[in-house]
């Protein structure tokens, strides 16, 4: 099993940035790619972005590409989050997730979640 732990959440102005991290421990060789998603209040959560952690390759929905950036250390088991240009609509509960996906943006192919992070980008 794998654990995931976030942190780097809170609370920035609109045009900020934050980075969030997510360190995986455990049984991280069954899951092949790491992912993140967020949940807005009343909404349903959200793919934001996902990265392969054997190639590298990464994937985004439209709404994040050009400002958000994942990445990984893999030798630290630990994937980042880069988000620039922070618009209120990106606030939610952040949440990073382990999987084995065929489809990187389907949350039901990853089977491991951590506890999520709060961000907040105010107007």
């Known amino acids: 099993q794998v654990q995931l732990v976030e942190s780097g959440g809170g609370l920035v102005q609109a045009g900020g940035s934050l980075r969030l991290s997510c360190a995986a421990s455990?049984?991280?060789?069954?899951?092949?790619?790491m992912g993140w998603f967020r949940q807005a209040p009343g909404k349903e959560r959200e793919f934001v972005a996902a990265i392969r952690w054997s190639t590298g390759n990464t994937y985004y929905p439209d709404s994040v590409k050009g400002r958000f950036t994942i990445s990984s250390d893999n030798a630290e088991m630990t994937v980042y989050l880069q988000m620039n240009s922070l618009r209120p609509e990106d606030t939610g509960v952040y949440y990073c997730?382990?999987?084995?996906?065929?489809?990187?943006?389907?949350?039901?192919?990853?089977?491991?979640w951590g506890q999520g992070t709060q961000v907040t980008v105010s107007s």
């Open positions: 997730a382990a999987g084995r996906p065929i489809y990187y943006g389907v949350e039901d192919y990853y089977n491991c």
């Open positions: 455990g049984r991280t060789f069954n899951a092949y790619a």
